[in-house]
């Protein structure tokens, strides 16, 4: 059985989460004309308890601990307190004698430490409760604490409109077509929510552009609010104020789309909110929407407080065996590939389409590699159903086909792009597109433009706030008008929008020139993220790489490496292995004109090690090794106390060690393991990542070695393993 001393620590924890999260723990009494409000204060309040005081009066377990507490508080003070009592039920006290008068000193909530005619002690939960009633009793429809904020997510659902002439249905929140195909993967998200070991948990899901990830988490969203959960889209609306006053109100489900923007900022909060987050009354569960799952910008959402987002309430999904880190989506299979077909043709047609058609709707999507992307099926099915022939036609020519199609519907809806209000609303789609957003009525947006204009003597080529007209936009963006402005959507129909007008006549390049100018200037994290998606969509350097040179200008010296990491990651996922080695170059060429400036020297190992992984993958080992010691050299240039430096080189030398051992080179492969031994042992024994890197190489050469009859070797690493197990122990 649990002890009172055990019990008060727990009371006197949640008394203090309480005061440091509302501030105050206050009941109004009904005569407060007549009164003060009183803090119930534990610790540093007028009072002056100190916090061991405060557990020695629990711990006496005295009959009337209340008249204890009381002989603590200041007098002169008209204020309420809890009184907490081992046995007796709740009462109420409004000065010291116990009696209800205008003339008492303060009012007293006095409140059970155990159950009534029990020796079990109560809950927190039925702490919160008691708390409730006694304010209730109190004559309080709502205590006056800060009030608790709610979080702003957005579940938006558009509804389908049925003359077929006006909307595309590309956007996910069309819900169209049916949603088929993913049972499983909805039922692995159902575990993750359910989870019952933690009230704050956050998981990702990963898969390419087109593969249905946001209509997925809408579709979670939309059957965890028929069960009574909140749950949405987390908007760019939620301030630090927000986040701080915040508790869940019910079981909640924050889907974070676009995390880079957000991504620092959101882990600041969401660490904030662990311990506070273990007296909850309902859960909360994060899913995050990623190309994949080693994505920079999880990497910066863990960044402000590591251990607790990447060890404590990262969900792991064992499933069939295996542990993963995210969900990944990859393509439906084809029965359901052929019945959102149907489906796209039954809006133009009440004819099924032929065999025929459905054929060649599959085979466009094996030849050009969508891999049953439910979002290019319903381009191409789309292209075939309104009468274009798609055989001979590549993804290039898709796109083209598609974007065509949304401009027709503006023309048919009265969009001119030769005049000029019209242009100036599609240069704000443009913006938006490229910063995920835009609200015109802000004074950053205004900023910008007046910032921008005086500096280039440009044009007026975007709408003021008087000339903005709700109509165009909506048919523009095809989505309803809210405070923010919506992008072109889906992604991919939006990058190719604008990579399209960067390839227009001499002025049409200058206005985008300039329009990029200004979505730096207005969100640069944005914009970042923005070209970081058409690198992976649309591999064509010369276009992104002179809104990186616009950057570069734009924001300084750091907005270039950032970006060229990004791009490394991103033409490495389709193998564009040569582009990739070109903007490493780069980076390493600006780091060695600054070789002090820690941002840059974090990015370049960044980017080295992402090299390392892709030449393991195309056995290209002297490449590897040249970037492993680029790394090295950044960390004996006075890197030895970066912790993401360190973490670098040392996975970079997990992968080159084992690989070395794998072909047999066993000098070459005990010099890097013993690289990674000495940066554990040395440098950083308590880094969890590092001792499961050592552990993992470990395991793995001991069973490489026992497989090729290497009886010394083996024996070598076994040992060596049975001494990081025991140590794993005590850590």
């Known amino acids: 059985m649990r002890s009172l001393n055990d019990h008060h620590k727990e009371i006197v924890a949640f008394l203090e989460e309480v005061k440091d999260t509302t501030g105050k723990l206050n009941f109004i009494s009904s005569e407060t004309d007549e009164r003060k409000l009183l803090d119930i204060i534990i610790k540093n309040g007028s009072s002056r308890i100190p916090q061991m005081k405060v557990a020695e009066i629990f711990e006496t377990n005295t009959e009337n601990i209340g008249r204890t507490i009381r002989k603590n ?21 409004f000065n010291t004698k116990g009696e209800k008068s205008p003339g008492g000193h303060f009012a007293c909530c006095e409140i059970p430490l155990k159950k009534n005619h029990s020796d079990e002690f109560i809950g927190l939960k039925e702490l919160r409760d008691m708390i409730e009633q006694a304010r209730q009793r109190l004559g309080v429809e709502s205590p006056s604490i800060q009030p608790k904020e709610t979080l702003k997510l957005q579940r938006k659902v558009i509804e389908v409109d049925k003359n077929k002439e006006n909307q595309n249905l590309f956007r996910f929140e069309y819900c169209w077509p049916a949603f088929v195909g993913r049972d499983e993967e909805m039922q692995r998200l159902y575990k993750f929510v359910n989870y019952e070991n933690e009230n704050l948990l956050w998981w990702t899901i990963t898969g390419n552009g087109g593969t249905g990830k946001s209509r997925l988490a809408l579709e979670l969203c939309c059957q965890l609010e028929k069960q009574g959960w909140y749950a949405g889209f987390l908007t760019n609306t939620n301030g630090v104020d927000v986040w701080r006053k915040w508790e869940p109100q019910k079981p909640t489900l924050i889907i974070v789309d676009y995390t880079h923007e957000k991504a620092k900022e959101l882990g600041e909060h969401i660490g904030n909110k662990y311990e506070e987050s273990k007296q909850w009354n309902h859960p909360v569960r994060i899913l995050f929407l990623e190309r994949n799952k080693e994505s920079e910008a999880l990497k910066q959402f863990c960044r402000p407080h590591r251990e607790i987002l990447e060890n404590n309430i990262r969900y792991h999904e064992v499933n069939n065996g295996e542990e993963n880190e995210s ?42 590699r969508h891999e049953n992307r439910p979002l290019y099926t319903m381009f191409v099915a789309d292209a075939c159903a309104r009468g274009e022939d798609v055989r001979g036609w590549d993804t290039e020519k898709l796109h083209e086909s598609v ?50 204009h005086k500096r280039l003597n440009a044009l007026n080529i975007l709408p003021a706030e008087h000339e903005f007209r709700n109509d165009k936009y909506k048919i523009l963006c095809d989505d309803e008008i809210s405070e923010e402005l919506s992008p072109m959507a889906p992604d991919i129909l939006g990058g190719y929008f604008i990579l399209q007008r960067w390839k227009g006549d001499i002025a049409e390049v200058c206005e985008m020139k300039l329009l990029t100018k200004i979505a730096w200037q207005y969100n640069s994290d944005s914009i970042s993220d923005f070209i970081f998606r058409i690198a992976s969509d649309f591999p064509s350097v010369d276009r992104v790489a002179t809104m990186i040179r616009i950057a570069k200008a734009c924001d300084g010296v750091h907005s270039e490496p950032i970006l060229l990491c990004y791009l490394v990651k991103a033409y490495t996922h389709p193998g564009n292995y040569d582009i990739a080695v070109q903007n490493y170059n780069s980076v390493k060429k600006l780091w060695g004109g600054n070789q002090r400036d820690k941002f840059i020297s974090s990015i370049l190992a960044s980017v080295a090690r992402v090299l390392i992984a892709f030449c393991y993958l195309d056995k290209k080992l002297g490449e590897a090794v040249k970037c492993y010691d680029c790394i090295e050299s950044l960390w004996k240039n006075g890197r030895q106390k970066d912790q993401y430096i360190s973490r670098k080189l040392a996975e970079s030398a997990s992968i080159i060690a084992a690989w070395y051992y794998e072909i047999e080179k066993l000098d070459k492969g005990i010099q890097y393991y013993d690289r990674l031994e000495e940066l554990w042992r040395h440098h950083y024994r308590y880094d969890i990542l590092m001792f499961s890197l050592l552990h993992s190489v470990t395991y793995n050469c001991a069973i490489i070695f026992d497989e090729r009859g290497n009886s010394s070797m083996s024996r070598k690493f076994k040992k060596k393993l049975e001494e990081l197990d025991l140590l794993s122990e005590t850590m």
Do not use: Q
């Open 327 to 368: 969900l990944e989506l990859e393509g439906l299979g084809d029965g359901f590939i052929e019945s959102i077909i149907i489906e796209v043709f039954k809006r133009y047609t009440s004819k099924r389409p032929s065999a025929d058609k459905i054929e060649i709707i599959k085979s466009f999507l094996k030849e050009e």
């Open 73 to 93: 508080l200041n007098r002169r003070l008209k204020e309420f307190c809890i009184e907490l009592k081992i046995n007796p039920p709740i009462r109420l006290y």
């Open 403 to 452: 974007l065509e199609h949304n401009k027709n519907i503006w023309k048919r809806a009265g969009i001119d792009e030769t005049k000029d209000l019209d242009k100036k609303h599609i240069n704000l789609l443009t913006l938006a597109t490229m910063t995920n957003g835009v609200d015109i009525r802000s004074t950053k947006y205004n900023e910008c433009l007046d910032k921008t």
